[in-house]
Structure formats: C-alpha cells, structure tokens
C-alpha cells in the first residue's frame, strides 16, 4: 500500500472526465463535464461513478449540492437541473419563473435551492420535491452572492448597496449590516463559529461578525470560492500572482501558509477526513492530506 506522506500533493486522474464543475456532498464529488455529463466521485476510496447526462441544451451557470441533491443552474433563464443524490441519477430540467438574471445560488440545509437575482430584490426557493418555487421580497437588496449556514439561515451580500445581511426562513426576519469593501463579492461561506467570510474580486477576506468586519488577508487577485475543511473552518481558493501558473489555497483567518499547485484548478473541497480536493479541468484531481490539519 502507497503511504501518503503529509504536505505532498498527488495527482488523481479521473480516466478522461475532465471537470468544469464540482459541488460536494457529504464524501462525494459530483462533477460535471464539458459534455454536460454527471459522475460522483467518492473522496475516500478514489472510485468514480457514471450518472448520466443533463437535458439535451441544458446551459449550467452555477452547480451547488446539498441535502439529497446537486442544482445546475442557468443564470440567463433560471432553468434548474437536478440530480437526485440519493438514487444517483438526473431527474430533469424544470423551467422557473425568474424575473430577472440569477446572480447567486445556495442549498439549504432541508436540500431545497435558495436562487438570488441581480435586478430584482428577491429570493426564490425551489423545491424539488414538488418542482414548485416560492418568493420572498428582501425590501430593495440586490443579491451578489449567497451562502447558508448549518442552522438553515440564508446570508447574502449585496455589493450595490454595501452591505450584508440574513433571512430567517423561520422568522421571515431579514436583517442587514453596512460593510464597505473594495471589489465586487466573489465568495461568501459561514463558517463553524458563525463567523461570515467575504472575499472579493480586489483580494480581500474579510470575517464579519457581531456587526464588525476585519480584513485578514489581502492577496491582491480575486478570491475564487471558499470551502468548509472538515472542521468547518473557510479555507479559500485563489490564482497564484501573476506570471505564476496555478491556484493557491489556505485558511481564510491567515492561520497557517497557503499551499499552490502548478495547473488550472475549478473547485476546492474537502473529504471527511481532512482531505483537500482541487479539480483540475484537464482532466483530475490534485489531493493534498494535509488540508483541514
């Protein structure tokens, strides 16, 4: 048996899929391809599953899991594709009543998919049990991106009117904090201790909590996404400075030095058990097992 040795990086194919998108659930990876092709990978054992395709035209803008199901989303129409997790396999596409362009989408903690748009201050939410969606008005917030945390409340930014804020889909209660930021919002997570993560197309994080921001790192390039290690610390993921090739990631409150790799990298996740997974859209994955540590 191969030992895998702390702070190495190895490189896992992925017998010719090549993803360009990824959401994980639970130990799972479901990826998709430039086909529109879905397959699961499993983050302990290394096996890949076959799940099928997507409609025939299906336009994927946005690709989130949660619960028992993975959402590809078309940004210009609002149609949402679903895979039911649990069954392993496509259950369709289903056309929505958007008003305007999605700029932002999330899985709630019950698996149903909270949809944010760019020109209208609403939140809809699609359930796909029933294929029905329900609205909620936000009173004038434009959504520029969305995250959920494990207690089912919605975060969003809102870059037009500079702030952050949250829906209670409990309460019906919608509460805002002014936050000036340089850049427009590119990743948003909460992480395990309630804290919000923010980090922007400038490359900044900041951590916003009890109505405070704090920027703890600057990395002078856009934040591409965040991720939850296996603790549920942010973790994030970004290009390395320029004329370097590769992606760079770490903690987001700047704890330890950022790891990089050397090629193109379309997602960051991490398995159970502290495993950090990085999607190489060529075609596989680089692991590195000192992530979450």
Same mark, same amino acid.
């Given at each position: 048996m191969h030992v895998l040795t702390p702070g190495s990086v190895y490189n896992i194919p992925?017998?010719?899929?090549?993803?360009?998108?990824?959401?994980?659930?639970?130990?799972?990876l479901w990826l998709l391809d430039r086909s529109n092709y879905v397959s699961s990978?499993?983050?302990?054992?290394?096996?890949?599953?076959?799940?099928?395709?997507?409609?025939?035209?299906?336009?994927?803008?946005?690709?989130?899991?949660g619960g028992s199901y993975v959402y590809g989303v078309d940004a210009t129409s609002g149609e949402v594709n679903v895979v039911n997790t649990v069954r392993g396999r496509v259950e369709g596409g289903y056309a929505t009543n958007v008003l305007s362009p999605v700029s932002a989408v999330a899985v709630g903690t019950d698996g149903k998919l909270w949809i944010g748009l760019r020109d209208a201050s609403y939140l809809f939410v699609f359930?796909?049990?029933?294929?029905?969606?329900n609205s909620i008005d936000l009173k004038g917030a434009r959504i520029?991106?969305? #995250?959920?945390? &494990?207690?089912?409340?919605?975060?969003?930014?809102?870059? =037009?009117?500079? /702030?952050?804020?949250?829906?209670? %889909?409990r309460t019906s209660r919608v509460n805002e904090v002014p936050f000036a930021r340089m850049g427009t919002t590119t990743a948003l997570l909460?992480?395990?201790?309630?804290?919000?993560?923010?980090? #922007?197309?400038? &490359?900044?994080?900041?951590?916003?909590?009890?109505?405070? =921001?704090?920027? /703890?790192?600057?990395?002078?390039? %856009?934040?591409?996404a965040f991720a939850p290690d296996q603790g549920g610390r942010a973790?994030?993921?970004?290009?390395l400075p320029s004329g370097l090739a590769g992606y760079a990631y770490g903690p987001a409150d700047n704890s330890q030095a950022p790891r990089?790799?050397?090629?193109?990298?379309?997602?960051?996740?991490?398995?159970p058990i502290g495993r950090a997974f990085l999607a190489d859209p060529r075609g596989g994955f680089y692991m590195s097992i000192e992530g979450g540590r």
């Open positions: 992925l017998n010719g899929v090549e993803p360009q998108f990824v959401a994980a659930n639970g130990s799972r990978f499993d983050m302990n054992t290394g096996d890949l599953f076959d799940i099928g395709p997507l409609r025939k035209g299906a336009k994927v803008s946005y690709w989130v899991a359930d796909p049990k029933t294929q029905l969606m520029s991106a969305l #995250t959920i945390d &494990g207690g089912g409340r919605i975060y969003y930014a809102d870059d =037009a009117r500079g /702030t952050v804020g949250t829906f209670d %889909p909460v992480d395990s201790t309630s804290t919000l993560w923010v980090g #922007t197309s400038t &490359g900044e994080i900041y951590a916003v909590r009890g109505g405070g =921001a704090k920027l /703890t790192i600057s990395l002078q390039r %856009p934040v591409s973790w994030y993921l970004a290009p990089s790799v050397s090629g193109p990298v379309q997602s960051l996740n991490f398995s």
